[in-house]
């Protein structure tokens, strides 16, 4: 009778594992400060170039492969970009919205998602991208 009280009061590994899991992403949000870019108006965004926000913005960020964040402060070139435009690297529905908002600039520039995908994943840093866009696409080119 004792053995079933305890087997009753025992939590399901389900419901251990769930409050494990909120404690630790309670823990991670307070030890990892998620940067925040206070840019006042669209026209603002339109005079940075890409490879400025890549450059300027890439310092903020441990830069990571094959995806937009880790979770953890770390972006890709693309995650990079859509946090400029206001994505916090955890929140997915506003993620397609900001996806949306750099894919418009990258156009505006000229620019292929793929190939800054590509130039990231291969191994590129940061810098070494920007300096590749700036090479490429001019250092006066912006996003209008």
């Given at each position: 009778m004792a053995k079933q009280q305890l087997l009753n009061q025992e939590s399901s590994v389900s419901e251990v594992l769930n409050r494990y899991k909120k404690e630790l992403t309670k823990n991670i949000e307070r030890q990892i400060p998620v940067p925040t870019f206070s840019i006042t108006s669209e026209e603002s965004k339109?005079?940075?170039?890409?490879s400025q926000i890549i450059?300027?913005?890439?310092k903020y960020y441990k830069q990571i492969r094959k995806r937009y964040t880790d979770?953890?402060?770390g972006r890709c070139v693309m995650g990079l970009i859509m946090s400029y435009y206001g994505w916090d690297g955890k929140c997915i529905t506003n993620a397609e919205r900001r996806l949306y908002a750099a894919l418009i600039a990258l156009r505006r520039a000229g620019?292929?998602?793929?190939?800054?995908?590509?130039?990231n994943d291969s191994g590129a840093t940061f810098d070494d991208i920007a300096d590749y866009l700036d090479k490429n696409y001019g250092l006066a080119s912006n996003n209008r």
């Open positions: 339109q005079e940075v170039s890409i450059r300027t913005y890439g979770g953890l402060g620019i292929s998602k793929e190939l800054l995908i590509e130039l």
